[in-house]
């Protein structure tokens, strides 16, 4: 049984178990993330693999562009996207690399290597990182943002993202941004929930950077 996202009960956690994260909690406030899976696993990573590397304004015209190819569907479908030439796919803006990529996307959505939602809603975050990632462009990275941003899983800890590093650095006050292993074990004190923890590193990052 997954269990559901609650940011009420893991402030409540944090807050007990990590005297330096409860700081940085309080300076913050509470956490009003909302994770709601919009769309299909199919049109989620679509549009994951189109933002990759871009603005959020360039990556939102090329998506545009791309649903464009398929105005009279509501919903992005993968047999149709795989129909589409490759030059109408590059025309809308995609690189070759996200054109494969997007490609092969819809041919495992199509397979059932890539789940639909009620599937995913009932595998474990691990089956859903192996199952995803065997998708090209799609690294672990941008199934870890899925789980936390559109599932909602409680206890998700990416600890290879920068903005995750830098505000570990920042709320612990290490000389040197931490290696992923050193997160990974601090984070064992944040389990069950480790998405809120990182949402609070996250959060530090971003008060550093701002004016």
Known sequence: MIPPF???????????VDPDLAVVIRKTGPCPLEPRMRYSPFEELLESIVYQQLSGKAAATIYGRVRALFPARRALDPVALLATPE??????????????????LAARTIEGVVPTRAALRRMPDDEVVERLTAVRGVGRWTVEMLLIFRMGRP??????DLGIQKGFQLTYRTRQRPKPERIERHGERWRPFRT???WYLWRATDSATSP
């Open 155 to 160: 206890d998700v800890l990416p600890i290879h």
């Open 87 to 104: 030059e109408h796919l590059r025309g809308a803006g995609l690189s070759r690399a996200k054109t494969a990529a997007a490609r092969d």
């Open 6 to 16: 609650n940011p009420v009960a893991a402030v409540r956690h944090l807050r007990r």
């Open 196 to 198: 809120v923890a990182s």
